[in-house]
């Protein structure tokens, strides 16, 4: 009886076409996956969006970037003094009640009130949100904390514990088309021009947001970086860079997406990598650069200033695009070719009207006046 049976060239072929086969499937596997992990950082950004439209409608206000008066009002025991890291607060802890995170809140509020309760000269400074330090045998209450909404699942670095055991944001709050907003006071005056401003000095009510909601960014992703770590990835490092020209910063990319490792430091790799930590390169970003772009510290002289100056760019690993969240509540991409005008234009401390950086500078920015759609 005659056996039947593959020949070699047969099985080859076979094998050929198998190969084939998961070579056009992994892709759409991969486009599939990636299409999820898109979906799910747009239904944390609507959430986060959303919470602060709730924030509003509770305190008449949105939240400050910086010195919230919620956090300020804790004073050193005896004194009319805020405790001493309150002005560190970013705005995410005080949106806590409305992403179904209550507990949390009251235990950073609760561990606040003790300070402030405390005669113990240790207690005067509070918690500071960047740090895990333990205060009268009490733990900082952001040690070992995940908050799930503020991770990308596209963000890998996102949902790494760091060294000091505090979680990472790859949500960011926009301060506008002007560097250093954060801590910039010029004659008395807080910059103005984005969403996120000093509460010591101002409020960002509705009612200021005179582009219009629908024209104005609230948050957007910004790829966190790795603590103690030096960066080689320019949508994620900061470098370090002496002018205050965008282009210049924009120019750093290096070959495949390094950056020159000369330009960056252990401690500049610090982007996104404190939730709860009120410095523009932790929980902020600037309508500058367009997103995807670098990021650049203008001011070296110490690891504090890559905390509060410089230009700090939006990012994701989406393809061409980040999620942005819109003062109306609605969520939408922004592709990182959006028009951005002249980046050889230095950034001024503050300005008024329209930006001098395109359409991206425009949604970054509440009282602009420009006629520029998106």
Known sequence: ?????????????????????????LPAVQAAREAARRMQCVNNVKQLTLSLHNFHDTNGRFPAGKYDEIWRRFKQHGTTTPLGNSQYYSFLPLILPSIEQEALYESIVSALEMCSNSTDSGAANGYKPGDNNSILGRECPFKNV??????????????????????????????????????????????DRGFLVRGDYLTRSMASITDGTSNTIALS???????????SKYKIAIMRLSSTIPQDCMDLRGTGGDVPPTMVSV????????????????????????????????????AWSIEESGFISAGS????????????????????????????????GDYQGESNYGVWGALGTVGGGETSSF
């Open 146 to 191: 995940k908050v799930s909404v503020f991770q990308c699942p596209s963000d890998p670095n996102a949902r790494i514990l760091d060294n000091n055991e505090l979680m990472r944001t790859s949500y960011h709050g926009c301060w506008g088309d002007v560097r250093c907003a954060d801590s910039t006071v010029t004659s008395g005056k807080a910059v």
């Open 317 to 348: 690993y989406h393809p061409g695009v980040v999620v942005c969240g819109y003062l109306d509540g609605s969520v939408a991409p922004v592709s990182e070719t959006i028009d951005t005008n002249d980046l050889s234009v230095s950034t001024p």
């Open 267 to 302: 401690a500049h790799g610090r982007k996104g990598v404190y939730w709860a930590h009120a410095a523009i390169c932790y929980t902020g970003f600037h309508t500058i650069l367009p997103p995807n772009s670098p990021s650049c510290t203008n001011d070296t002289s110490s």
């Open 1 to 25: 009886m005659k056996k039947h049976g593959f020949t070699l060239v047969e099985l080859l072929v076979v094998i050929a076409i198998i190969g084939a086969l998961i070579a056009l499937l």
């Open 221 to 231: 992703e910004s790829l966190a970086g790795l603590n103690q770590s030096s960066e």
